[in-house]
């Protein structure tokens, strides 16, 4: 069965300081993972796509890396902002074009 | 200009009632779902529908109805709502190409 597990469950940091954010995932065949952002009272909105040959990709103080190998997926926040304050859900897609979202992280960032 | 715009954002009713919500994508995607995120904030697929196949998560119940009138929309109607139907429901599309998914805003359902 595919799954995608998040982990920390939540998670708060203050202003400034820097976070990692994990997924794992069992989906396979693989097809791509993307990151999502949800602020509170909106909807989610991608942050950054992975594919199978891809390692690192960042945007802005946003870095997600991807291990194949082991499945497993980081987003790290650096300098955090008050404005980082979400939830931030792992979605994987398989090569038949079906989703799987983890349960997702929510991140506190306190002044 | 919204991409995935939904109506209504917030919608009160009473147990037993049907309620519709509607959903439309500017996006030119060929792809629509329906999302319900429970009060623990997670995610669940209900329907996906591409050009003219309807996908149905088989843990819906059948008193869900989506209806798409052309690809730009795709409408939920729900029937004799329950105090479990509570919940934001999410509409999103995608271009089945690559997968990306646009959400709407949410329109969020409280059932008294």
């Known amino acids: 069965k595919n799954q995608v597990e998040q982990s920390p469950q939540s998670l708060i940091i203050l202003e400034g300081k820097n976070c990692t954010l994990q997924c794992n995932y069992t989906v396979s065949p693989f097809s791509n993972l993307r990151w999502y952002k949800q602020d509170t009272g909106r909807g989610p909105v991608s942050l950054t796509i992975?594919?199978?040959?891809?390692n690192t990709k960042s945007n802005g103080r946003y870095t997600a890396t991807l291990d194949a190998d082991t499945k497993q997926s980081s987003l790290h926040i650096t300098a955090s902002q008050l404005s980082d304050s979400a939830s931030y859900i792992c979605v994987v897609r398989s090569n038949a074009g079906k989703s799987t979202f983890g349960d997702g992280t929510t991140l506190t960032v306190k002044p | 200009d919204t991409a995935v715009s939904q109506t209504p954002k917030y919608l009160v009713t009473q147990m037993g009632n049907d309620k519709s919500i509607k959903c439309e994508q500017n996006l030119g995607h060929d792809t629509m779902y329906w999302y319900k995120q429970d009060s623990k904030k997670f995610l669940k697929i209900m329907f996906s529908?591409?050009?003219?196949?309807?996908?149905i998560n088989e843990t819906v119940p059948n008193r869900f109805s989506p209806k798409s009138p052309d690809k730009a929309h795709l409408n939920l109607h729900i029937n004799s709502l329950e105090l479990g139907d509570s919940a934001v429901y999410f509409c999103?599309?995608?271009?089945?190409?690559?997968?990306?998914?646009?959400f709407g805003e949410g329109s969020r359902l409280t059932v008294l």
């Open positions: 992975m594919t199978f040959s891809e």
């Open positions: 529908y591409n050009n003219k196949e309807l996908i």
């Open positions: 999103a599309s995608s271009l089945s190409r690559t997968g990306e998914l646009f």
